[in-house]
């Protein structure tokens, strides 16, 4: 059954989301500043490089944790797998019925 | 004609709520993923950029230094921190025995699966106060170097967020002894669970990072 929230099939937003992935793999994503490599003793400074390693983990994290929550969101959904209803008394009201003579 | 009230009169029945908050989200709406959950997410998502940045900064002190660890320093205990490791990690499995008990509706055994994981916990938590007294002894403190700051700074927020679990995991055991297992409860000691599991994948990370790399 199609939910209305995802109307776009999951294999179609995993092509873009690889090609994000593959395109941030090669050794220059590791050099993201240059004039931080100019400060130092070049990109092969031991800081440099800690800084330069540092930044990758820091600054792909939030994009990493916002793609966790939406895929847990979307697995929640897609599965089905919800919670009961929460109750909010134990005991059933009274109904207040009529019948006619 | 007249009409009489077969009972009392009594509160008038709720009306049924469509839509987005009915049940089980089938053909009526989208389903409910309770509040506690999406606010544990919220929680994780959290923590998660806090030891980012605590990893990140590490990582320049590690990398910025050439020689790690420094001279003088003592060694980390690799070998006892390994075997409280897979202490943890048993907690986490007895935790899942725990849910899968309560979703049984196995209460001694959801009890009983609940103790070990604190028992695991406090155990882990304690191992490692341990070793950081004997660290201590031998001159690795917050002061002494970068080594021991990154060291206690990362470590010491990990066993504070173990504790703080160990301490929820305890609230769980107190509530569940009260009564039966509602629905409430249940997604309640789901939450800590899912909490307990990240607090064990966090030190997934940690070890090896701090101890071994």
Redesign the interface.
């Known amino acids: 059954m199609d939910?209305p929230?995802m109307p776009v099939r999951m294999g179609r937003l995993l092509r873009p989301l690889l090609a994000l992935v593959l395109a941030a793999l090669p050794a220059s994503a590791f050099g993201q500043c240059s004039m931080c490599g100019t400060v130092g003793q070049g990109a092969e400074d031991?800081?440099v490089?800690?800084?330069f390693?540092?930044?990758l983990?820091?600054v792909s994290?939030?994009f990493t944790?916002v793609a966790l929550?939406g895929g847990?969101?979307y697995y929640?959904?897609r599965r089905?797998a919800?919670?009961?209803?929460?109750?909010?008394g134990s005991e059933e009201?009274?109904?207040?019925?009529?019948?006619?003579? | 004609m007249s009409t009489i009230p077969e009972a009392l009169p009594g509160p008038a029945p709720r009306p049924e709520r469509g839509g987005r908050d009915s049940g089980s989200g089938g053909r009526r709406g989208l389903g409910r993923i309770a509040n506690a959950r999406i606010a544990v997410v919220m929680l994780i998502a959290a923590e998660t950029m806090l030891f980012t940045g605590l990893i990140g900064a590490y990582l320049v002190l590690r990398f910025g230094t050439v020689v790690w660890p420094p001279a003088g320093q003592p060694r980390l205990p690799i070998p006892v921190t390994a075997a409280n490791t897979l202490l943890l990690f048993l907690s986490a499995w007895t935790m899942s025995r725990a849910t899968r008990a309560l979703r049984a509706m196995d209460v001694s055994g959801a009890l009983r699966a609940l103790r070990v994981t604190a028992f695991l916990g406090a155990a882990f938590v304690a191992v490692q106060g341990s070793e950081w007294a004997r660290l201590l002894a031998h001159g690795l403190t917050l002061g002494s170097s970068v080594y021991g700051a990154t060291f206690y700074v990362l470590i010491g927020a990990h066993a504070t967020h173990v504790l703080a679990a160990l301490l929820w995991v305890l609230g769980v055991l107190f509530v569940l002894r009260k009564g039966p297992i509602t629905a409430r409860r249940r997604v309640g000691a789901e939450v800590c669970a899912t909490y307990w599991y990240y607090v064990c994948f966090l030190w997934a990370i940690l070890f090896p990072l701090v101890y071994l790399v």
């Not at chain 1, 009201?93 to 003579?101: A, C, Y």
């Open positions: 939910n929230l031991p800081l490089r800690g800084m390693v540092s930044t983990v820091m994290m939030p944790v929550v847990w969101f929640k959904f089905g919800f919670d009961p209803p929460e109750q909010e009201d009274r109904v207040v019925t009529f019948r006619r003579d």
